[in-house]
């Protein structure tokens, strides 16, 4: 198992997640609809979405969708692609640093948090 089932729990407590799902090569979260607040004030209304983490000995990826589709949040976040990849700007390689030690419920954290803020 890649996340305990504490972490799992701990994962399902934080108030946008509604659903976690592990397999032996993924980890699935659901994230609700919610506000995504702009650095220059204001916000906008995030729908919901899916956060894919796929699990790869060799290099893990992630990848975020619209809840339900394959279709990227470009349309929605300034910061996403239509592949579902995320522009993480400073902070990549320490996330990707998470990834390779196999710490995927800091790692979901912090694409949780950037959700939520856009530059």
């Not at 659903?19 to 032996?24: A, H, K, P, R």
């Not at 290099?59 to 692609?81: C, D, I, M, Q």
Request: with cysteine.
């Amino acid at each position: 198992m890649y996340i305990t089932q504490i972490e799992k729990d701990n994962l399902l407590k934080h108030p946008l997640v509604t659903d976690v799902n592990i397999t032996d090569k993924e980890i699935t979260l659901s994230i609700g609809k919610h506000r995504c607040s702009r650095r220059s004030g204001g916000s906008f209304r995030m729908p919901a979405t899916t956060i894919l983490i796929r699990i790869d000995n060799k290099s893990p990826k992630f990848r975020v969708f619209l809840k339900g589709t394959r279709e990227g949040l470009s349309a929605y976040h300034p910061n996403t692609y239509y592949s579902g990849g995320l522009c993480l700007g400073n902070i990549k390689n320490d996330f990707y640093k998470l990834l390779s030690g196999r710490e995927y419920v800091a790692a979901a954290l912090i694409l949780i948090e950037f959700l939520q803020v856009s530059t």
